[in-house]
Every structure is written in structure tokens, then in C-alpha cells.
């Protein structure tokens, strides 16, 4: 009779570790639950950025817009327009939001928008050229110009930039209630549209 021999202990050890279950979903969960982390709050953190650039978009648009719809604006007027801005950014912070409205004049011969005004967080020299699109180009004609920046600081900065995102837009519109709008609003009677 052949006696069978006992395998080692440890042998026995490995066995009955590789047939234990009992601590996988914990494994488990500790590996997955960090990605999963990162990926809720990277959506939450960039659907944010996408709604503060879409809001964006639309204060350039309005800037434009109130302001091409006046004859003349004075400092209050574009104060008020400033303050409308920064109310559609509501429910974030208007506090990064940087604006400028600027009225170009394009020139009959050489198709330049040159600044006529310019006012704002970081205002245009007067004379200066502005580049605008080919579609715009048209002599004589005069251009509401807004452009608007906000840095959009992401709640968690791990999951973006720590520093801030720097988001930018601009919109353009033609003056509607007259060939130009005038700055600032002049106490007697209409000035013709400068074109120097």
C-alpha cells in the first residue's frame, strides 16, 4: 500500500487564498471608485466651463447689440450696458468678467477698420486698425465692436486647470438707428459720424 504524503502547509495556504472570494468587491470598489470620482466631477467641472462660454457669448452679443441700437451712448449708458453683461452671467461670478465696446469705421479706399472710440476694461487706441472678417469689409460703413474675457475658475482644480481657464469672445454689429453711434453723447446738436 502506497502511503500519500501531505502536501506543505503553505501549499495548502496558496489554495484555499485562491479560492477565497470573500474580499473582491472591496478590492474592487477601492480600484474603480477614484476614476469614477474623477470622471463625475471632470463632467460637472466641464459642463460648467461650457455653460460660463456660452454665457460669454451671449453678453458679447448683447454689449453689441444695446449699443448699436443707440444714436450716442454717454459713460452711464455704457455702464448700464456693462451691468446687464454681467447679470446674464448669473448664477456665476461676474466679478473676472472684462469687457470692451469699440465702434470701427471702415475706410472706403483701403478696407482698414480704424478705431473711433473706445471704451472698457482694456479700451482700443483711437486711429488704431482692427482686423475683422472679409464678410465685413464693406467702405464707409461703421462697426459696433464688443469684445468680453472671464476666467473661469474650476471648483475642484484637479480635474482642470488649477489656475483658471481664460475664455474670450467677440460679437459685431452694424448701428441701426443711425450710420455711427456717438461718444459720448453731445449736449447740442448731433455731430456728423467721424472718419478719421
Do not use: H
Not at 124 to 147: D, H, K, M, N, W
Amino acid at each position: 500500500m502506497m502511503a500519500f504524503r501531505k502536501s506543505p502547509r503553505w501549499l495548502r495556504m496558496g489554495r484555499e487564498l485562491l479560492r477565497d472570494c470573500r474580499g473582491i468587491a472591496a478590492t474592487e470598489f477601492a480600484v474603480i471608485v477614484p476614476l469614477m470620482l474623477l470622471m463625475f466631477f471632470g463632467t460637472i467641472e466641464f459642463s460648467s466651463g461650457i455653460a460660463v462660454s456660452r454665457k460669454l457669448t451671449l453678453v458679447a452679443r448683447t454689449l453689441s447689440d444695446l449699443t448699436s441700437q443707440a444714436t450716442s451712448v454717454s459713460n452711464t449708458d455704457l455702464s448700464n450696458f456693462t451691468a446687464t453683461g454681467k447679470a446674464i452671467l448669473t448664477p456665476y461670478g461676474s466679478v473676472p468678467l472684462k469687457s470692451t465696446i469699440t465702434e470701427l469705421y471702415v475706410d472706403p479706399s483701403t478696407l482698414a477698420a480704424r478705431v473711433q472710440w473706445s471704451q472698457g476694461s482694456s479700451p482700443r487706441g483711437v486711429g488704431t486698425t482692427v482686423t475683422i472678417p472679409s464678410a465685413l469689409q464693406v467702405g464707409g460703413t461703421y462697426l459696433i465692436f464688443s469684445e468680453v474675457s472671464y476666467l473661469y475658475m474650476p471648483t475642484i482644480g484637479y480635474v482642470m486647470a488649477k489656475t483658471g481657464v481664460n475664455l474670450t469672445d467677440f460679437a459685431y454689429t452694424r448701428p441701426r438707428q443711425a450710420l455711427c453711434v456717438i461718444y459720448p453723447t453731445p449736449s447740442g446738436a448731433m455731430p456728423s459720424c467721424p472718419t478719421s
